[in-house]
């Protein structure tokens, strides 16, 4: 009698372990690679799951981010932006172009809300999926539409995130437009004291981005570059404020 308990009991975590393995195996792909980058998030590109073969994955730091044809998967390029920029407790932020969400899925550690938008309904799905998959879709509300299209006239953020492809080309200059729009209506979305954390690339493009955010009375704050990057677009971070918000900070400070 104790040896066929112990027959049975055998039998039982077999198959306890092999369906344990076979959910761990489904639930995430083989590794392919690890993208190099001068960023402090690991990234690492992956073989499709089998419970989503006909996406592809790619894990930051550990958490996993499902994408589709057509919604590019976390690079080098969107982990250099999620390096630098910052997040306070309790803050809000609207992460414009979200792509696969995965700026917003970093925010949510520390912000109260998130609203990601996207012009693409197919990264809206992934974005949502992502934000699910990751334990914060009660904080993130991922919209679509062009730009601002989906905010409403009196919403405003502590940080809006900005990373939707830059001019890198002679035949890419016509995305000056969307940057200009963008440059154009953003400070009627930020809070008092509100920042811009923009990404563009290549060195040359500075003074084009100078010239759009001075228009739209701005200022740069600072750049970040990191010359580990220059065969990739040379990225570069920008820290962007409203005018009016620092004249305001110095005179306090002064006062």
């Given at each position: ?45 992956y ?14 730091d ?9 919604v590019?998967?976390?690079s080098a ?18 992460d ?18 998130i ?14 999926l ?5 334990g ?7 919209r ?10 009196d919403?405003?953020f ?7 492809d ?18 154009a ?19 040359d493009n ?5 010239a ?8 740069i704050?600072?750049m ?5 990057l220059?065969?990739?677009r040379q ?9 009016l ?11």
């Open positions: 009698m104790t040896q066929h308990i112990f027959i049975k009991t055998g039998i039982l975590l077999f198959v306890i372990i092999f369906i344990v393995g076979c959910l761990h195996s489904t639930h995430i792909g083989q590794p392919l690679m690890t993208v190099p980058h001068p960023g402090k998030y690991q990234l690492v590109y073989t499709p799951p089998q419970e989503f073969p006909l996406h592809s994955m790619a894990t930051v550990g958490r996993e981010f499902l994408v589709t044809e057509g590019v998967l976390p390029q969107s982990l250099y932006l999620l390096t630098h920029w910052k997040v306070f407790n309790d803050e809000t932020v609207l414009v172009g979200t792509g696969s969400g995965v700026q917003a899925v970093f925010a949510a550690d520390k912000a109260r809300k609203v990601a938008t996207d012009i693409d309904p197919v990264a809206v799905k992934i974005a949502r992502n934000a699910k998959r990751n914060v879709d009660n904080i993130i509300d991922v679509q539409g062009d730009l601002f299209a989906p905010i409403n006239k919403e405003k502590d940080v809006i995130l900005f990373n939707i830059y001019p890198h080309s002679e035949a890419t200059l016509g995305l000056w437009k969307v940057h200009e729009r963008f440059f209506e953003v400070k009627n979305h930020l809070e008092r004291g509100g920042r811009i954390y923009y990404q563009s690339g290549r060195i500075v003074t084009h981005i100078n759009m955010v001075s228009k739209n009375g701005m200022s704050v600072s970040r570059m990191d010359a580990a220059e065969v990739d990225p570069i971070v920008y820290l962007i404020k409203r005018n918000d620092m004249e305001v900070k110095a005179n306090v400070q002064g006062g």
